[in-house]
């Protein structure tokens, strides 16, 4: 039908309205169903009946193009032959009537294919404009950051989502000042990033969908400082292509979270060097259950292992990572041991068994105000623990062992920060005394989401309603994700020639009362009005402001830009060894607490070798 309208309506625009010609009538008579079949063959040929037309775009228009000239071409090519003709001196068509007739039902075949796209999408802005009607709410008024292709896929996402109370784009922001004044999805992009606070107020915005993935963390963070300046909800679109390869099922759009706030970029490492450390060998990760250690055995699954073993006390964490890695990996080279780090019958007899070629050190007791309590368990624990698996290591022939240590071991003020300093000390005897197992440590500061950390506390407290609870006003820390930290250690890892301590590339350090208010605007929260904010003082322990390097000690780059090496200081290259700094640790444990914490805080202050004495 489309066909023999379109080819009529074509020969009476070819005659400037008049009636054709009774020959070019009878033409269209005699030849309509060979047109017909020109033009079925020309769809087919192009694929027009292979597409699901209701979600077609910009690259379906070229079907469209490919379906008129594959049919125009060829009936132009058989209106020059003799052999059509009805008279012998005049054409069946005039060429003009042919190129306008074959372009008239392509016309006619889009606007077909159209048909359920454009009533289905009519019918429903008429039903849900009178639900809402009924419901006396209207939909959510939103403004899109980013007018680039994610930007303009969720505008057509959410203008025509299914349920819920649905959703009105009013317009995009966009920096580009080419782009200004023009439409997208019939969508307006009325201003940039500048003008966000102004335009949510005269828009009445409510929510701003954050649609930008090519761009910097410092630029990053400044757009959202911008937003967080208004009172509309802030959410941000995932980058689908990064996280089909982790989670499949992502959402539309997402909370911004405090990963976001940091801005870091991805880290890159060296897959061919790790996977030549990792690749067929056994890996130990003692304290497998916590942030850190659970995260390592993740990421070393990676890398093809023949066996991984998570070492740890908690056996609730134990089970819970193996029934995540075998049903989100599909693997059974996971292995789990409830052990404790302290007993070096225990590390002798696991490390005899499994005899890994790489370990990885992450168990030691964490909670800086909690340990103050507890300076002999945390002693045991962190320092006497190091010492088990450092010998177990060695005794066993481990390739190379890695210890966690942290950015509290610098100018150590804690009774946990002593120990992780102690603990980098063994480190680097064990490593001047053996011949084949490399040694090494790697400092870092805070990681965000960890058991225990800020970060899940502020989240719980704002979910309660408050107040959140900030040590000092002015206290700050350094913060990188878990993910980061832990590919940092791998690649490390494999950069120790033995008696290395490497430390991470943190970034700036974080203001934590700013961290706090940033959480609660990101609920849509005001500080201070909606939640509270109280600040409790410093804890026992605590810094004002933490370090990652000792005056005494240099920074030395590596082939990474995130890893340095840190040339020791007078305390790490004392002369006492082993056996000096083990007979004192153990003697320490004997004494009364009160004691035992003064002694560790004159280690940290004078080291071992400006000490009294054992006894003193």
């Not at 969508?187 to 409510?206: A, F, K, S, T, Y």
């Not at 880290?267 to 061919?272: A, K, M, S, V, Y």
């Not at 693997?331 to 225990?346: F, G, I, W, Y």
Request: include cysteine.
């Amino acid at each position: 039908m489309i066909v023999v309208i379109a080819y009529r309506v074509a020969l009476t625009g070819r005659f400037g309205g008049a009636a054709p010609s009774t020959h070019y009538l009878e033409a269209l008579s005699t030849f309509t169903t060979a047109i017909v079949i020109v033009h079925l063959v020309s769809n087919h040929w192009s694929g027009m009946y292979s597409r699901l037309w209701r979600f077609a775009s910009s690259p379906d228009a070229l079907i469209v193009v490919q379906a008129w000239f594959g049919a125009a071409i060829p009936l132009m090519l058989l209106d020059l032959l003799p052999a059509v003709r009805l008279e012998p001196t005049i054409r069946p068509f005039p060429l003009s009537a042919l190129a306008l007739g074959s372009f008239l039902s392509a016309a006619g075949f889009t606007l077909l294919r159209f048909r359920t796209r454009l009533l289905s999408s009519t019918l429903f802005r008429l039903r849900r404009a009178r639900e809402q009607s009924v419901a006396g709410r209207g939909p959510i008024r939103a403004l899109i950051v980013g007018a680039g292709e994610a930007g303009q896929s969720l505008s057509w996402q959410l203008q025509n989502r299914r349920g819920g109370r649905g959703y009105q784009v009013l317009g995009f922001i966009d920096d580009d000042v080419d782009k200004q004044g023009f439409n997208v999805h019939g969508i307006p992009i009325i201003g940039n990033r500048d003008q966000l606070p102004e335009l949510v107020v005269i828009h009445r915005v409510e929510l701003i969908v954050l649609a930008i993935h090519a761009i910097s963390g410092e630029a990053f963070r400044d757009i959202l400082s911008i937003c967080q300046r208004t009172p509309a909800r802030i959410q941000i679109v995932p980058d689908v292509f990064e996280s089909l390869a982790e989670k499949p099922n992502v959402p539309l759009v997402r909370d911004v979270t405090v990963h976001d706030l940091l801005g870091r970029a991805p880290t890159e490492i060296d897959i061919e060097a790790c996977s030549g450390m990792l690749t067929g060998r056994t890996v130990v990760v003692t304290g497998g259950a916590g942030s850190i250690g659970s995260e390592l055995c993740r990421q070393v699954m990676n890398f093809n292992p023949d066996k991984v073993l998570a070492v740890d006390i908690n056996e609730t964490g134990l089970y819970e990572l193996e029934s995540e890695v075998r049903m989100q990996l599909g693997v059974d080279n996971l292995a789990v041991r409830v052990a404790d780090v302290t007993s070096a019958k225990e590390m002798t007899d696991i490390f005899g068994r499994y005899r890994p070629a790489v370990v990885f050190h992450t168990a030691a007791y964490k909670h800086v105000p909690l340990m103050e309590l507890h300076p002999r368990t945390v002693l045991r624990t962190n320092v006497i623990g190091t010492l088990n698996v450092g010998r177990a290591a060695g005794i066993a022939g481990v390739e190379r062992l890695v210890l966690i240590s942290t950015d509290k071991a610098v100018e150590p003020v804690s009774v946990y920060g002593v120990t992780k300093l102690l603990a980098e000390h063994v480190i680097a005897r064990l490593a001047s005394e053996s011949h084949s197992t490399l040694y090494t440590s790697v400092r870092f500061g805070n990681v965000l989401g960890s058991r225990g950390s800020v970060v899940p506390l502020f989240e719980k407290q704002i979910l309660a309603g408050g107040p959140v609870t900030v040590t000092h006003r002015d206290i700050t820390r350094f913060y990188m994700t878990i993910p980061e930290a832990v590919r940092l250690v791998i690649q490390a890892a494999v950069f120790t020639q033995g008696g290395d301590l490497f430390m991470l590339e943190m970034g700036e350090s974080i203001s934590i009362n700013e961290l706090a208010e940033r959480m609660i605007r990101l609920r849509g929260l005001r500080p201070g009005v909606d939640i509270p904010i109280e600040f409790s003082g410093l804890r026992p322990g605590e810094k004002l402001h933490e370090e990652l390097i000792e005056a005494e000690e240099r920074r030395e780059n590596t082939e990474h830009a995130q890893i340095c090496r840190v040339l020791a200081g007078s305390r790490l290259a004392s002369g006492s060894d082993l056996q000096t700094l083990e007979d004192w640790i153990r003697a320490t444990l004997l004494i009364p607490e009160d004691r035992l914490k003064e002694a560790l805080h004159s280690y940290a202050r004078e080291g071992l070798d400006q000490l009294v004495g054992v006894g003193d």
